[in-house]
């Protein structure tokens, strides 16, 4: 991958991630709290889709990226073409699947299942296009496509419904259609920039890489996909079945303002990704070893920064808004699974690593262990304390935590590579101690005066430290240039 080219895309992914962003949080923060009901019944048919989608994928996309540095330019198309036959005939059945559990069951919400598949169809698609974009170095646009077009059409869904233009039913009935359209645009923009063809004899693919070694990763990397989505959605169906919709829909707007901090882990990820494969191919570990801790770091920092500014602001912030009432219940799930994110962060692409390495079986392992440890924690929470949903953001947590853990520790055993150096430390250092000193500064009287004094101070301590202290060699590249453009 070149290096510009990587540049340009990590920066056009996040930019375009913080304007999703920066919509979702103007939503919840004026829009979604006023019905917060529709929002958790929302967030339901959401988790469902998620947990649909990666079964019609079954691995496909996961192994598109595995494979393709082994193949030429025409088996590179073969295989997007036996991906693309895959998800049809997958989706096809869990179309049947799921039209017998409702035909069977006798659930009251039986019908969310319907909004739920054409989503996950969508994201089954999109998710599959993104990983050929993303070999073309092409992932801008359909982040675009995927990050805001739902992002506006669920706060117009929202207020016409509160404006009673609409009811609940058209109101889902809009937020499904709303993935349909990113599908079919993903679909215009990818077969616009790559040409698969429509030869769908597989034979001279499977001839040149192992029919046996392609189903057995991709049977893993569904489930660990599969695995992976159940533990991290666990909690919105928890919720809504155990608790009520209100409250999933209060945890999440707690959600959707922490994700903000890992929108430049989920770029940097994806276009790494490609990296990783192929040093894990071409056995080039101390390389991989560099790029681990400097991604780590960077990744560490960013996070660091923005958890530091919602930790010292997010009170002052949410008392300057309107639907403060309605918000504040969020703030204690913000901050924990806001630091769950970070922790994630500073673990660097250990997950990658795992995926495209030959031990790719582990993230099952790991997964289930995931999995126990979230619904374990999850009904301890919520059956056994008065927590309600901040339990069951512990939950999270404490489940995220030991799942990165036990990776990073079967990283360094089998591969010698850790994310961590002396600089690492000195920085998580100087996070703290700024974050300690500058929260128990004075407040003034007034909400605004504090958000911008303390988070401001918060930026100018951390960020000048860091430099002086030159422990990103990215951000010191990064200033060094900006300064160079202000003296000029």
Known sequence: MDKKASVKQIFLYSLINYLGTAIGIVSTVLIYPKDKELLGTIRYIDNISQLLFPIMVLGASHALIKFYPALDEHKRRQLFNYSILSICVISVMVLAGVMLYTGISNDKNDYLFYFAFPIA?????VELFRKQAQDLQKLAVPTLYEKIIPKIALPLVFLMFLNHVIGAVESMLYYTICYIVVFVLTAIYLFKHFKPGFNYRFKTLFGEISRRDYFRYSLYAFAGSLGSLLAFR??????????????????????SLASVLQIPAVGMFALYA????KHLKLGNFDELNTKYKEVAKLLFFIGAVLFSCIVLGIDDLFHLMPTYDKIKDSIPIVLILGFSVLINMATGFNGEIITYSKYYRFNLITIL????????????????????????????????????????????????????????????????????????????????????????????????????????????????????????
């Open 234 to 255: 666990i909690d919105g169906i928890v919720i809504f079945n155990l608790i009520s919709e209100e409250a999933n829909g209060t945890f999440t707007i707690g959600v």
């Open 121 to 125: 169809v969508s994201l089954a698609f």
């Open 274 to 277: 490609p990296i990783v494969s």
């Open 369 to 488: 262990l995931l999995i126990f440890l979230n619904v374990s924690l999850n009904l301890y929470f919520i059956y056994y304390t008065n927590l309600g949903i901040v339990g069951v953001a512990y939950a999270s947590f404490l489940s995220m935590t030991l799942f990165n853990i036990s990776k990073l520790v079967f990283i360094h055993k089998k591969f010698g590579l850790l994310p961590f150096d002396a600089n690492f430390g000195k920085l998580a250092l100087v996070f703290i101690a700024s974050g300690v000193a500058i929260y128990f500064l004075p407040n003034s009287e007034s909400h605004f005066i504090n958000l911008v004094y303390k988070t401001g101070l918060s930026l100018a301590i951390n960020i000048t430290a860091i430099y002086k202290l030159r422990l990103i060699f990215q951000v010191n590249q990064w200033i060094d240039k900006a300064l160079k453009v202000i003296r000029k």
